[in-house]
């Protein structure tokens, strides 16, 4: 007979603890749990018994009980129904269909009636009366037959009782107490504030005020549908989700989209300052949280719901993590007194510039750090220094932890203790309406135990607006003013702004309005809200003046800049050209994507490129080889997005991720031979910065012959950004077609006499630029016609993405002539 088998590892477990649905008859009592009552009520009657013997001295206890057995009868009918209770619980005990009926049909039909005709909040202060009466009633009584006075008078007398009652070392018990009381009434007072009840009718804002963020508003509409019938998702099984986290960009309308959760609903909004949890003392935030809570509950049972905002979220809901300091860029390498080699770099490219000075793509994967050098990084602490600060540490966000999950736990001392004496299963609590929204910018830091499902169900980005929202928001707020404004010119505006939330947004309007205030108008009008993006993108410029063969040499690096950037982009427009001196540049191109795209193709890297060599190709090409420190940003980035197209995007001669090949430690192509001494890593490292050397040098050239073919509209932009410092992106196409603009007129850079003055002006320039003197002559008279007073110049920084015939090429193969100015002479070149 074969033997069963048997696990390998382990017990086998077999049964198990039923539950108590399961369990047709009551739970059995315990012997104490039966008579406890019957000995309290035992002791009570000896009491009184011994109260009338202290009140006749001469009588006995058999006389004494007789006595009692007349007047406390009210104590035999308390025992009487003690019995009653308790046959009651036997019968439960053996007999499931009694239990049931009594379960189900009794105590089950009146909750059910209760339920029905009293909302939550009246039975919570109906309970809470009852209660504090029987308990008052009790005290009454006893006291009253104590001291044989009527049970109201006795309650007046027992203060006065107990005053006289207390001996000295209970009187000096109670001094301490007053003592030990003042620190608690001072932790609870500092446990007050940061925390804002606003009520319905004090929230005024709606879904409709919300603009640009309709995605996401459709998704917390949701939470909305679920807060005011959550019987649709709990009569089917779930459960209604309790924790909405919000997070993106400063600016997008997290904020305001509580409000007008808030504001649709009906239902108190409470907002929790972000600073609240924040705390000189140990234990202040924890009460903060237990008082926030508590607080919610009765407005919940209250009105049927509440929400509760915490804005701010990453200052409680992290445990002090440590993060490190992003290290900055070393003053070599972003001059303050060059191009702004930052600006004219597409979305994409400038966001992996930001990455590679934060360390986490170039710093991390393509450069270890040398024997002996140590890394330039702070270690800061997020949650506070010693025994102060708060935020999430020091037991805060330990406490709302448990407040998120502990929502369900029985409450209340008569609920939990007295129910429990009286051998009665506390009541579950009300279902309490609570919607836990939070917004952040730094979802990174927050704890990974408050995401979870449970404390926060549902996680929506609220990012930048699409164009579509951009336009909206700015219909809406232009709605709110007088202006000028055409549709067109609205969704140019739209376009211009790519990365504008509705904060600034209503800011850069406001700033038009004060523009138009200032020139005596109450209509705004285009250039109004040019001057206003001028003035929040780029700030006002600096009061310097530049000497003028320094201002000419910007002028041509930053013409250089546009010309390459109109020559190879086809979807990307100029924004503003600009040579107005700003706090950490002296000119700047910039240009914007007419629509949004999401992908960077390696033609548009290129261009990128290539815009960023256009500097340093020009300064060479037009100053005899010379070159400035104004192309230390242009080279830094022109080599960043080299090197990522090269190791990591399969832009270049290679297929093979390098960051990959480092991680798995399985090398890259192209490593060292058999035989040889040389460092692996530094190898690979030599050879790829080999071949991102070979890749600019080609670009560079390309960028040459570029400017070359383009040389005259190089010194026609020079020549009109010498006059008007700064352009509008259809100026300078103006300037570059020949043709009329909306501010400046380019007409006469079609004249080739023209162009040959501007020849002579710049060679002139370039030998002051060799001997540190002035140019001998003045800057050509017949400069463009400004058409208005106003001069229109916004800076946002230039997106260099695309390329230019469509195909991935970039354009015609040049010859580079030579340049000849008019005298004959041949200008230096490289």
Same mark, same amino acid.
């Given at each position: ?57 001469? /009588?006995? =206890? $058999? ?6 057995? %007349?007047? @406390?009868?009210? #104590? ?104 030990? /009381?003042? =620190? $608690? ?6 446990? %007050?504030? @940061?925390?804002? #009840? ?633």
């Amino acid at each position: 007979m074969k033997k069963a088998q048997r696990p390998a590892q382990g017990l086998s477990y077999e049964g198990g603890r039923p539950r108590e649905e399961d369990i047709p008859t009551r739970k059995r009592l315990a012997l104490w749990d039966r008579v406890k009552w019957l000995v309290l009520l035992a002791a009570a009657w000896l009491i009184l018994v011994w109260s009338v013997m202290a009140d006749y001295p001469l /009588a006995s =206890f $058999a006389d004494a009980a007789r006595i009692q057995v %007349r007047v @406390g009868y009210w #104590v035999f009918i308390l025992a009487g129904l003690e019995v009653l209770r308790q046959l009651h619980f036997l019968i439960s005990e053996h007999w499931a269909g009694y239990h049931q009926f009594w379960l189900n049909r009794v105590w089950g039909g009146a909750n059910r009636v209760t339920d029905r005709r009293l909302s939550a909040w009246t039975r919570f202060r109906l309970g809470r009366i009852v209660r504090w009466v029987i308990v008052i009633a009790v005290i009454a009584i006893v006291t009253g037959k104590i001291i044989h006075v009527e049970p109201l008078l006795a309650l007046l007398k027992i203060p006065a009782i107990i005053w006289h009652a207390m001996p000295t070392v209970i009187q000096l018990l109670f001094y301490m107490f007053f003592v030990v /009381a003042q =620190f $608690a009434l001072l932790f609870w007072f500092l446990s %007050r504030g @940061g925390v804002d #009840v606003y009520y319905p009718d004090d929230i005024k804002t709606r879904f409709s005020d919300v603009w640009g963020q309709d995605h996401v508003l459709e998704k917390v509409k949701e939470n909305i549908i679920f807060l005011e019938n959550p019987e649709l998702v709990e009569d089917r099984g779930g459960y209604v989700p309790g924790g909405i986290l919000l997070w993106g960009p400063p600016g997008t309308g997290k904020t305001l989209m509580a409000e007008a959760v808030a504001g649709e609903t009906g239902k108190p909004y409470v907002f929790v300052d972000p600073g609240a949890f924040i705390n000189m003392f140990f234990g202040v935030g924890v009460l903060k949280v237990k008082g926030l809570f508590r607080k919610l509950r009765k407005l919940a049972l209250r009105y049927g719901g509440v929400i509760v905002f915490f804005d701010e979220a990453d200052s409680l809901g992290n445990r002090g993590m440590m993060t490190q300091g992003i290290p900055g860029v070393s003053g070599a390498s972003a001059s303050s007194c060059g191009c702004n080699g930052f600006s004219y770099l597409s979305s994409q490219a400038q966001w992996l510039m930001f990455e590679n000075a934060a360390g986490s793509q170039l710093t991390e994967r393509l450069a270890e750090p040398e024997p002996g050098v140590k890394r330039n990084r702070q270690i800061l602490p997020v949650g506070g220094m010693g025994g102060m600060g708060g935020g999430g540490g020091m037991g805060t966000l330990q406490a709302l932890l448990t407040e998120l999950s502990g929502l369900k736990k029985p409450r209340g001392f008569i609920n939990r203790v007295v129910r429990r004496l009286l051998g009665m299963r506390p009541k579950p609590p009300p279902h309490y309406r609570i919607l836990v929204m939070m917004a952040t910018n730094m979802v990174s830091t927050l704890d990974p135990a408050l995401l979870r499902p449970g404390r926060i169900d549902r996680i929506y980005r609220v990012g930048f607006p699409s164009k579509a929202g951009r336009v909206r928001t700015y219909e809406g707020y232009l709605a709110k003013v007088q202006h000028e404004l055409t549709g067109e010119q609205i969704d140019k505006l739209a376009v211009v702004t790519p990365y504008a939330t509705g904060a600034t947004i209503k800011d850069l309007v406001n700033e038009a309005l004060i523009n138009a205030i200032r020139d005596d108008r109450d209509v705004i009008t285009w250039p109004d809200v040019i001057k206003a993006k001028q003035l929040k993108e780029l700030g006002p410029p600096e009061d310097v003046e530049y000497i003028e063969r320094e201002r000419h040499a910007v002028a041509v690096h930053e013409a250089c800049h546009a010309i390459v950037a109109y020559r190879t982009r086809r979807h990307m427009e100029i924004d503003i050209a600009t040579i107005e001196k700003g706090s950490s540049y002296l000119g700047m191109v910039s240009s914007v994507k007419p629509e949004d795209q999401f992908t960077t193709w390696r033609s548009e890297f290129e261009s990128d490129i290539l815009t960023g060599l256009a500097s340093l190709a020009g300064e060479r090409m037009f100053f005899e080889s010379d070159s400035s420190s104004g192309v230390s940003g242009d080279l830094e980035s022109a080599t960043a997005i080299a090197s990522l197209m090269e190791g990591f995007y399969g832009m270049g001669q290679t297929v093979s991720s390098f960051s990959i090949g480092q991680r798995l430690q399985m090398g890259t192509p192209g490593g060292r031979g058999k035989g040889s001494q040389e460092d692996p890593q530094e190898h690979v490292r030599r050879m790829l910065a080999d071949r991102i050397e070979d890749n600019l040098a080609t670009l560079l050239v390309r960028a040459e012959a570029i400017l070359r073919e383009n040389e005259r509209h190089i010194l026609a932009l020079a020549h009109a950004l010498e006059t008007h410092k700064t352009l509008s992106g259809e100026d300078v196409v103006a300037v570059f077609e020949c043709h009329r603009g909306p501010q400046v007129d380019g007409t006469p850079y079609a004249d080739d006499e023209f162009i040959a003055r501007l020849r002579e002006y710049h060679l002139a320039a370039a030998r002051a630029h060799r001997e540190h003197g002035q140019p001998d002559l003045p800057l050509p008279a017949a400069e463009p016609v400004l058409v208005s007073g106003v001069v229109v110049a916004d800076g946002y920084g230039s997106r260099a993405v695309g390329s230019g015939n469509g195909d991935g090429s970039l354009g015609p193969t040049y010859e580079p002539p030579v340049y000849q100015p008019p005298d004959g002479s041949a200008n230096g070149q490289s």
